[in-house]
């Protein structure tokens, strides 16, 4: 899971940095890529998903946005790819440390969809296995653990202490390398790419991708087009399309753009956004959520059903949605999550107004054994129910322990907005 602090810009996805877990889990993560599961071709939709990882660190928002470029990777090729979060991760931190962003010594591990759009098309995607081979055999990336422990280190007491270390970009990088332990190899191609200070990106005139360093317009993906409605293979660059302004990264320009969409507040406005994301995962399209989580309220078997009776440890957390399960459709009841509905007519009633969404089925990031669901779900996954996700939750504060303050609480909606394709 990806936590936030309560009160906080609730746009960037942050853990809980201490919630206390069984070991190789954190507190709320986004895991990603790896080989397909074919699990998506056991839903109610038809999402190609790439296997679950584990995070070590808090940066969910990388796992949820490499696992959404494999999908739709994989939808254009019918390939795998694995996609390093351990990459984009490493230029979040370059981008913050260069840029002076760095508060208390501490980087800042949280971001969001819309960040790792921009990282993206900035300085391209590797493959797990050229930048951090280990993390391409194992759920959990123990890099990532180690990597952060020595860049906080460097940060306050080490060669990044002090400000004009910081804006060294060639000295960053090198405390950067050293940090993530990089091989020479890698050290070399990001060199050959971006030069040893950075004085290029692939945003800008020079840089040239390579073996390793590839461009998200390199990578084929299929997408509806909102104007012809006929569905065509574009790239990955055109899915991210361009952000509107610096300050907002989650809305993006581009005909084929995916776009940050807010969970609104009626009955009615609510069943239309649903109808929406509907219409996006029958088309097999990996929508991401964004979503407040409670840990009192997640049940044994992997499911948040209600908001609980009373707050737990609590973050934000970003995720990828793969199905869903819909009842009260007209003329067919339910429609279950985990079996794959082929019926124009059934998938169109669905999207009735009478028809009841009762939860999302999501690909999380908190590995393949933590609470289970049964099958037919896929291991990794875990069930939003709308009645937890339309609250209200009480949001609260966290101590030292990752546990809600008594007295700093306030009424919350869990659910916050997903991330679209164009035309939706």
Known sequence: MCHIAPMTNWRRFLLASLLTFPTGLVAAGC????????????????????????????????????????SLYETATGKNIDLSESYVTYW?????????????GVIEEGGSWGEAAD??????????????????????????????????EALKSGDLRTGAARRDRAKVRQVLDKAWQLTPEVTAAL???????????????????????????????????????????????????????????????????????????TKQARRDFLKRVQRALADGNPVVVNWEVDF??????????????????QGGHVVLAVDYQVENVPGFGTLPAGVVETRPAALEAALADQAIVT???????????????????AAGDHDLYLKYLNGPIQECDQDANGNSKPGTCVKAIPFESVVLPAGY
């Not at 990603?32 to 109610?44: C, K, L, N, Q």
């Not at 300085?123 to 906080?152: C, H, W």
């Open 92 to 104: 979040h931190w370059y981008e913050q440390i260069t840029a002076g962003a760095v508060s208390g």
């Open 191 to 265: 060199d050959a790419t971006f030069g040893a200070d950075v004085s290029k990106t692939l945003a800008t005139a020079g840089a040239t991708a390579s073996k390793m360093v590839q461009r998200p317009a390199d990578l084929p993906v299929k997408l509806k087009n909102p104007s012809t409605k006929r569905t065509d293979t574009v790239t990955l660059a055109d899915a991210l399309g361009t952000h509107k302004s610096a300050a907002d990264q989650e809305h993006r320009n581009g005909t084929f753009a995916w776009n940050d969409v807010a969970y609104p507040r």
């Open 359 to 377: 939860f999302i089925r999501i690909k999380n990031s908190w590995g393949t054994t933590y609470h289970p669901l049964p099958a037919p779900a």
């Open 119 to 152: 990282l993206m098309l900035k300085y391209g995607v590797m493959a797990t296995k050229d930048f951090v081979p280990q993390d391409a055999t194992k759920e959990l990336s123990d890099r990532q653990t180690v990597a952060v422990k020595a860049i906080n």
């Open 31 to 70: 895991s990603s890529a790896g080989e397909s599961t074919g699990a998506g071709e056991d839903d109610v939709t038809n999402v190609k998903q790439s296997s679950v990882k584990d995070q070590s660190t808090e940066n969910c928002w990388t796992y949820a946005s490499m696992g959404w470029a494999e």
């Open 296 to 313: 009192n309220a997640l049940t044994a078997d992997g499911k948040f059903l209600e908001p609980p009776a009373k707050p737990g440890s």
